[in-house]
């Protein structure tokens, strides 16, 4: 069973609790430590109960700041919601909708992508892999394509290997090479270091003998395709990628879907 944690976990809705008057101890240097001692401690009931326990001393602190990222992690990746009370303006009225909206949590980018790289390494993914796949995942954020980024590392990566269907540390295997093309097989590992490795294969072959083509066979979602034609440019060459994906678009005048994207 490939499981890491049961299906009455995967239902369990978030906690919420509200913040209490009382003192606390717990410091934001105990949270962040917990996060990065045990990357991961959210898949781990114990670990969930003791990450909670803390968030809920640190909400008491005086003069929290609502907004930490701390509770935002809380909330998605362990499942423990705090709910603050609605404060109020100086005026006594409380803040409208539209302004509650433009209330925005500003993650930076080098936290999440060491936050992701230490979610793949929990999953036994090699310190260099995990680098790697970290890196694809946060530059897909950078470029502004949140629809391949950080907002991916769940239902598309960790997901996934809870069910078995990718692998955190397959090897890659060559099947057959000549100087300017190779076949390569993945092992149903992650694409997202299967990607980089076949598309370097493809530069040093372009820059020894004119042009390079690698094909990947048993691969799994390799992120953003610009990030492996960034690749070929950074090196002076020309970049080309591309990838197979489920059917999700009717052609022309259709109705059945056919078409990845």
Same mark, same amino acid.
């Given at each position: 069973?490939?499981?890491?944690?049961?299906?009455?976990?995967?239902?369990?809705?978030?906690?919420?609790?509200?913040?209490?008057?009382g003192a606390s101890r717990t410091s934001r240097k105990?949270?962040?430590?917990?996060?990065?001692?045990?990357?991961?401690?959210?898949?781990?009931?114990?670990?969930?109960?003791?990450?909670?326990?803390?968030?809920?001393?640190?909400?008491?602190?005086?003069?929290?700041d609502p907004s930490d990222v701390l509770f935002a992690?809380?909330?998605?990746?362990?499942?423990?919601?705090?709910?603050?009370?609605?404060?109020?303006?100086?005026?006594?009225?409380?803040?409208?909708?539209?302004?509650?909206?433009?209330?925005?949590?500003?993650?930076?980018?080098?936290?999440?992508?060491?936050?992701?790289?230490?979610?793949?390494?929990?999953?036994?993914?090699?310190?260099?892999?995990?680098?790697?796949?970290?890196?694809?995942?946060?530059?897909?954020?950078?470029?502004?394509?949140?629809?391949?980024?950080?907002?991916?590392?769940?239902?598309?990566?960790?997901?996934?290997?809870?069910? +078995?269907?990718?692998?955190?540390?397959?090897? !890659? *295997?060559?099947? &057959?090479?000549?100087?300017?093309?190779?076949? $390569?097989?993945? /092992?149903?590992?992650?694409?997202?270091?299967? +990607?980089?490795?076949?598309?370097?294969?493809? !530069? *040093?072959?372009? &820059?020894?003998?004119?042009?390079?083509?690698? $094909?990947?066979? /048993?691969?799994?979602?390799?992120?953003?395709? +610009?990030?492996?034609?960034?690749?070929?440019?950074?090196?002076?060459?020309?970049?080309?990628?591309?990838?197979?994906?489920?059917?999700?678009?009717?052609?022309?005048f259709g109705v059945e879907p056919m078409l990845g994207?």
């Amino acid at each position: 069973n490939n499981q890491r944690h049961s299906n009455n976990d995967a239902r369990r809705p978030p906690k919420t609790f509200m913040p209490t008057n009382g003192a606390s101890r717990t410091s934001r240097k105990e949270l962040l430590d917990l996060i990065g001692n045990n990357p991961g401690g959210h898949l781990d009931e114990s670990s969930r109960f003791k990450f909670e326990t803390k968030l809920r001393a640190y909400a008491n602190t005086p003069n929290v700041d609502p907004s930490d990222v701390l509770f935002a992690i809380g909330s998605s990746v362990y499942g423990t919601n705090i709910s603050f009370p609605v404060q109020e303006q100086t005026n006594g009225s409380k803040p409208s909708d539209e302004e509650e909206k433009e209330t925005n949590i500003i993650i930076d980018f080098d936290y999440m992508k060491a936050f992701m790289k230490d979610v793949f390494l929990s999953y036994g993914v090699k310190p260099v892999h995990a680098e790697t796949c970290s890196e694809v995942l946060i530059e897909a954020d950078r470029r502004g394509i949140d629809s391949h980024g950080f907002g991916r590392l769940k239902p598309i990566y960790c997901d996934r290997m809870d069910q +078995g269907i990718l692998w955190p540390d397959k090897p !890659i *295997d060559v099947i &057959k090479q000549t100087d300017t093309t190779a076949l $390569v097989d993945g /092992n149903l590992g992650l694409g997202l270091y299967i +990607g980089p490795h076949c598309m370097q294969m493809a !530069i *040093d072959k372009a &820059k020894k003998h004119g042009v390079g083509f690698v $094909v990947v066979q /048993n691969s799994t979602h390799y992120g953003i395709a +610009g990030y492996y034609a960034t690749m070929a440019t950074d090196a002076g060459c020309i970049g080309l990628s591309g990838t197979n994906a489920r059917p999700s678009i009717a052609p022309t005048f259709g109705v059945e879907p056919m078409l990845g994207e």
